[in-house]
């Protein structure tokens, strides 16, 4: 079920993953977004299928950051 809770949680991790805006290593927005998929899952936003699906998303982005340099 899709809470506005979740709607929001999904929205903010999606933007802190696609947006160049901010300027912040690799390794800085791959904490970030672990970091957020833990404070999903703890505070009960997402389950724990939800929180590895972010963490398996977030480590193939950061895989691919260094393939691009």
Do not use: C, G, Q
Not at 8 to 22: D, I, N, Q, V
Not at 49 to 67: D, G, K, P, Q
């Amino acid at each position: 079920m899709y809470t506005e809770a979740k709607m929001l949680a999904y929205s903010t991790w999606h933007e802190l993953l696609t947006s160049h805006k901010t300027a912040m290593k690799p390794e800085e927005r791959y904490n970030a977004l672990l970091e957020l998929a833990d404070e999903y899952f703890n505070r009960r936003i997402i389950d724990s299928s939800e929180r590895n699906t972010l963490i398996e998303v977030a480590t193939t982005a950061f895989t691919r950051s260094f393939a691009e340099l």
